[in-house]
Each structure stands twice: as structure tokens, then as C-alpha cells.
């Protein structure tokens, strides 16, 4: 079945740090990709989406893009702040229309920014 | 817009109790889902619908059940609380699922002792 595999966290970083999390996928079809965050206390909000191979989701500084040769989807942020502290899950969306249309998660990744 | 809400925010049981966690759209979404959060496992797929009258079981469904009478509510039933369904618990909305945003609320912390 579908699956996705992100990195262990907490990563803690300084203010103004270049800012990666991995993820890669597996799946059957065309699936979309997505990043969602988890700021402490509410539920998840999407982040950032992309539907096809090759495509660059970007929001609020972040970016990712859809590789399809590598089946990744990384999430980037050139300078994080105080405030991007969060957990942030990758997911996808199945390709096929199996009728579920759920979204299948990663574990989930802490950041903490330090000032 | 109110969103996706959810009641309660946090709920102890026993076990052996029963309970039902509300929740409530109000953006006309055909699509609706319930997810448990876990430590370390990210969110697993416990029902969805598709539409009013329609229900389906996703990946953990076992001592869960679900309905889904109106388009605004999909309220979740626990029958027979047990300790391993410690847990938040989320739904969430989506137009029609699959490539779309799906909206979250904020979330049930459940605890079973």
C-alpha cells in the first residue's frame, strides 16, 4: 500500500536557518503530495500542494517540490523564525480513484526554532 | 465560516464506557473523515463518508462507529472504551477528498483509563 517515510525529528535550529525536512513516498498511480503543519495546541492546516510530477508547491517561504525520479517531496525554508515552530507531516493522496480519497501521513517532524 | 468543529476538547473514560465525538461542518463539504493521532505514527484513517447516508472504513476502524445522517455532522462512537484508544482525535472536510485541501479541526484528546 501507500506510504510515507519522513525524518526523525526534533530538528532544532537558530532563527535564520536553512531549513530542510525529508520526505519520500510510495505509491501506485499519480498521487498528490502535501505539507501540513501542526502549530502546538490546534489541528492540522495545509501548508503547501502539489498535484503533478515536477511541480513547486510554495507558502509562507516554504517550498517543496514534486520529484517523481525519486519519488521525494522535501520540504525547504531558507530562514525560519521563532513562530515556524510546529510539526510538520508529509502526505499524499491516493492517484487512483479508489473511492477512499483519504490522505495517507508520515509520523511527523518537530521543529524548534531557537532565538 | 466556523470551519470543522469538534467536541469535546478532552474527555477521560473508563473502560467499558461509551462516548460519541461531535463533529460539524458548515463549508457544504460532501467529504468528511476521522483520524486518531498517535505518537510517532502520524494520523491513521479511521472512517470517512462520502456524502449523507454514506460511510466507509479506513485503515484502524476496529471498536469505532460512525453515521452520517446530515452533510454537516459525521459524529464518531466509541461502543466499549478501551486503554489503546488513547489518543487525538481529528476530522476533517474536504469538498470531494482525494487532491483537494482537507480542513482539520482542533482536535479530542481522549483519555482511557
Known amino acids: 500500500g501507500d506510504s510515507v517515510t519522513q525524518m526523525e525529528g526534533p530538528v532544532t535550529l537558530s532563527e535564520e536557518a536553512f531549513l530542510t525536512i525529508n520526505c519520500t513516498y510510495t505509491?501506485?498511480?499519480?498521487?498528490?503530495l502535501f505539507w501540513y503543519v501542526q502549530y502546538p495546541g490546534e489541528g492540522l492546516q495545509l501548508l503547501l500542494k502539489?498535484?503533478?510530477?515536477?511541480d513547486k508547491g510554495s507558502n509562507k517561504g516554504f517550498e517543496a517540490t514534486y520529484r517523481k525520479e525519486t519519488t521525494s517531496f522535501h520540504l525547504e525554508k531558507g530562514s525560519v523564525q521563532v513562530s515556524d515552530s510546529a510539526v510538520y507531516f508529509c502526505?499524499?493522496?491516493?492517484?487512483?480513484?479508489?473511492?477512499?480519497?483519504?490522505?495517507?501521513f508520515g509520523s511527523g517532524t518537530r521543529l524548534q526554532v531557537q532565538p | 465560516n466556523a470551519g470543522v468543529t469538534q467536541t469535546p476538547k478532552f474527555q477521560v473514560l473508563k473502560t467499558g464506557q461509551s462516548m460519541t465525538l461531535q463533529c460539524a461542518q458548515d463549508?457544504?463539504?460532501?467529504?468528511m473523515s476521522w483520524y486518531r493521532q498517535d505518537p510517532g505514527m502520524g494520523l491513521r484513517l479511521i472512517h470517512y463518508?462520502?456524502?449523507?447516508?454514506?460511510?466507509d472504513q479506513g485503515e484502524v476502524p476496529n471498536g469505532y462507529n460512525v453515521s452520517r445522517s446530515t452533510t454537516e455532522d459525521f459524529p464518531l462512537r466509541l461502543l466499549s472504551a478501551a486503554p489503546s484508544q488513547t489518543s487525538v482525535y481529528f476530522c476533517?472536510?474536504?469538498?470531494?477528498?482525494?487532491?483537494?485541501?482537507?480542513?482539520f479541526g482542533p482536535g479530542t484528546r481522549l483519555l482511557v483509563l
Open positions: 463549508m457544504n463539504h460532501e467529504y
Open positions: 502526505a499524499l493522496s491516493d492517484g487512483r480513484d479508489t473511492g477512499r480519497r483519504a490522505l495517507t
Open positions: 502539489a498535484t503533478k510530477a515536477d
Open positions: 463518508s462520502v456524502g449523507a447516508g454514506i460511510t
Open positions: 476533517a472536510s474536504s469538498l470531494r477528498g482525494g487532491r483537494e485541501t482537507q480542513y
Open positions: 505509491a501506485t498511480g499519480y498521487p498528490s
